[in-house]
DNA sequence: TGATAGAATGTAAGCGATTACATTTTATCT
DNA sequence: AGATAAAATGTAATCGCTTACATTCTATCA
């Protein structure tokens, strides 16, 4: 039987059972408005014994807006996706709004609405390629309150971005490795045409030039940020006998796979190969050697996209770009300092 | 200003575009009932030019069932959640359903309406202490479509649940130590009363008594499921002079700490210390030594979980109990086999 | 060509809330 | 006690959509 066309409790019933209009309910429940204490518990107990939970369609309907902003990434199980939520959720709720989020695994596959939209959100915040551009042109059309994440804007359209220092992180991280005497340095550059990997490879690119070391596109090697790929590209290097003692790797994944595939072939760390992350995740620390990585501030990451995207709901101005800033932590992958 | 209560195309607007009336719009939106190709197209048309998207909260009211279903989990980091959110994805787009997922970090702290409920969802998989008993007893007098990851059913509450043999992938482990030689075998038991770590904790248990070997409570050390502290748990047997030649951890991240504890205090593993884990993140392969531990068919509990709500939302009736068999992923950590 | 079935479209009643405005009750002051 | 302001509550329009039912076309057939 179809099980919810029926039993549910209207704010029509709890006016009726609490011997009030709906007018009243609804000001109990929303707390504006004057309602006696007597009546108003008297309400309270109707809600309860109805197992009453108003009807969120129809409250917006009627005009409220819903409070609520969406999150819609995608499936990619990032590491750092729950510190993300936690920078994110925690300035949201300080500012009242609920937090619902939309994975697009499978995006443009089934070209239906949106589950989260302008109607039943106040804003949404977009991790980097999770929608298409023409999805964000018609909600930049629409003026709908709008934040990407790591993912620069398409052209044209004025919506705020906020991301880390890719470029600049990277380029400390080979500034590093290139200041304790390492000249031959391969980056592992995660997935092709994704934004921080980009940006990351240009800084990369950008140290070696500063140094006027040139660059050897032998010594890039592309993946998916997962150690698996990553294993494959250094074994690849190994195979052909390439000249390596140093690895930058664009996340800290690859590092890891980096790191597996040059000890099974014996190779030691950072004795024979020196190898730098980026990311700092948890494990960073425990591997073995000790991952030298670049730190992002996720959690502040979160925290600014949401401010960002509140002032777009109350109609304020955005900044167009936030920038924040990475860190290098030294451990023992790239040779004592 | 405020956005989104102006400009927004509504399904009149797009009915007086394209010369028709709303019920004609409705049925090109929803493919139902006949329409002239010719006049479709002109529809099609012009909620491309209006840019217009439907109401959500509109369809609902007017009886549509939003072809959503909800899952709410904690804000644990769990490195498995972007898996699990696969299986259920998969099947769940299979039968036409979207999904939404609300996190709930601070559960309780706002007793506020969930923004995920019966009025905007056709069903609800609720993961481990991410709901309250109340609000599970609620939706439960509802009948309204519900299931239970990792957690059974609050006593007296019939809600099918979907987990994986917790008790019995412990004693595959255990086993495995005492089938090794292992005698004094540690356990790290993860957060305390949390279900996962307690039926672990059974398992160790039964088989250690199996084996008539002794339960000796100082052999236990709490955490939460992090390396941090199950370093400090396993740093504070080495400081008290415990004798353990083995540990078989909740969850692999301790396993992490503990391995990393371990070999700071100058023990080898396994020839002084073998460590079992439990998850098989991906990392696992990864560390050194490269760790045994108990894979969890994550995917398929995502998809099973999928597979009973969806019969519940048909009305047919769930299976009360799905249990997911684990396995034992033999690497280095455990000494050779 | 007129009748008729089926396709195509339109009309209008609800769905469950909110809220401006109207009304009634209560409290306060002279 | 009577007037009056403030508090408490009620009335009813409205939000954007779906859909049962009514109506109008169109094509086909005798």
């Known amino acids: ?27 109990v429940i929303n707390k504006n408005g004057q309602v006696a204490k007597k009546t108003s518990d008297r309400v309270l107990e109707a809600i309860e014994e109805l197992n009453y939970t108003p009807h969120s369609g129809a409250r917006q309907m009627a005009g409220g807006r819903p409070n609520l902003v969406g999150l819609i990434f995608p499936a990619i199980g990032d590491p750092f996706m729950s510190e993300l939520l936690e920078g994110i959720e925690t300035k949201l709720v300080e500012e009242g ?14 070209p239906r609405f949106l589950p989260l939209n ?17 999805e964000l042109a018609r909600f930049h059309q629409l003026e709908f309150p709008l934040v990407l994440l790591h993912q620069n804007a398409p052209e044209g359209l004025d919506i705020p971005c906020v991301t880390v220092e890719n470029k600049k992180g990277a380029s400390t991280a080979v500034k590093h490795l290139i200041d304790h005497g390492y000249k031959n340095i391969a980056f592992l550059a995660g997935l092709e045409g994704h934004e921080d990997a980009e940006w990351r490879e240009i800084g990369y690119r950008e140290e070696l030039a500063k140094h006027n070391i040139p660059f050897r596109p032998e010594l890039v090697g592309y993946g998916d940020f997962s150690a698996e790929t990553a294993e494959a590209a250094v074994e690849n290097w190994l195979l052909e006998g390439i000249n390596i003692d140093a690895i930058f790797a664009a ?42 990585t670049i730190r992002m501030p996720i959690k502040d990451v979160g925290r600014h996209s949401a401010i ?10 955005a900044d167009s770009l936030t920038l924040l800033p990475t860190d290098l932590i030294i451990r023992d992958s790239c040779g004592k300092d």
Chains 1, 2 share one sequence.
């Open 1 to 27: 039987m179809p099980q919810n066309t029926k039993n549910r409790a209207t704010i029509e019933d709890v006016a009726n059972l609490a011997n009030v209009s709906t007018a009243t309910v609804s000001r």
């Open 97 to 110: 709004y609920d937090l619902l989020l939309y994975s697009s695994q499978r995006l443009g596959e089934s």
């Open 118 to 134: 302008e109607h039943n959100s106040d804003g949404l915040i977009v991790f980097a390629d999770s929608l298409s551009d023409a």
């Open 251 to 292: 996340d800290d994944n690859s590092a890891q796979g980096a790191m597996f595939a040059l000890q099974r072939a014996g190779k030691r760390i950072p004795q024979d190969v020196a190898i730098v992350g980026f990311d700092d995740i948890t494990f960073s620390r425990y591997m073995s050697p000790s991952l030298t």
């Open 308 to 317: 960002q995207l509140i002032k777009l709901m109350k109609g304020e101005k």
